[in-house]
């Protein structure tokens, strides 16, 4: 039965049409769906191992401005946070994004919830609203991220919590395959003993490079470590959420 729903979802990806808009209109709007074996989110699982299905919608406008969307089933609410029921996170972001110049170094700057419907059985809301800034050059990334809310990701009196994330995202020439490295760091206010360190390398390939059928599909996989400290990060069935962990997956672009 898995081979068959893996199956599905598969076809389901490659088979998307593209989103469409005229060619000279300044609004451009674009999406993605995608299925991994595991969904990790600054180096820490949000299943608990478990696949994930995970789309997105995205809005931007040519002076620079943007809105978007994007949906995951997660584990942890239930297994890590003591949650009722709840099993979905639902983002929205907003921002604006330019070059400083004609320097070839860009900015980003915007706001991001992190929504997890679900009924909460009394425990820390897991709710989160965070703001950040980015700059980025050729194929590196420096970006930071500044909780807003009281309770970070359901860890309480956390609000000035942040997370600074070092990426580079190389194309080796034009095969179509795309290497990356991360470093993070995340310093939750008031909750020392939840702080870690997180890191990433990871290779994704672009289908199309095979095929024009496969036009907008990749494929990628990755391998992530932390050192969280194992008591703080583990859920309520033995598993440690910060564990080094190979992630396999496959995404399509609309």
Known sequence: MKKIVSALVLAGITGVPAL?????????????????????????????????????LDYSHSSGFYL??????????EDFQGYASGNIEL?????????????GITYDLGVIGYFYPGKENGVTTADTTEIYAALGWKWFTVKYNYSLSDETFGFANSDGSG???????????????????????????????AD???????????????????SGVT?????????????????????????GTTTVWISKSL
């Open 163 to 193: 997370y600074l994330d070092i990426s580079a995202s190389v194309p080796v020439g034009e095969t179509g395959l795309t290497l990356g490295a991360h470093w993070g760091t995340f310093s939750f206010e008031n909750n020392g003993a």
């Open 196 to 214: 870690y360190d997180d890191w990433k390398i990871s290779a994704a390939y672009d289908m199309g490079k095979l095929s024009n059928v496969m």
């Open 219 to 243: 494929v990628g996989v990755m391998y992530t470590d932390t050192n969280a400290e194992r008591a703080v990060w583990t859920d309520a069935n033995g598993e440690f959420l910060g564990d």
């Open 68 to 77: 978007g969307t994007w949906g995951s089933n997660v584990g942890w609410l």
């Open 20 to 56: 469409a808009m005229a060619e000279d209109s300044p609004h451009s709007l674009s999406g993605n769906v995608s299925m991994a074996s595991d969904y990790l989110f600054r180096g820490i699982s949000q299943t608990g191992g478990d696949a994930a299905i995970q789309g997105g």
């Open 91 to 103: 983002d929205l972001y907003g921002g604006y994004r330019s070059e400083i110049g004609s320097t």
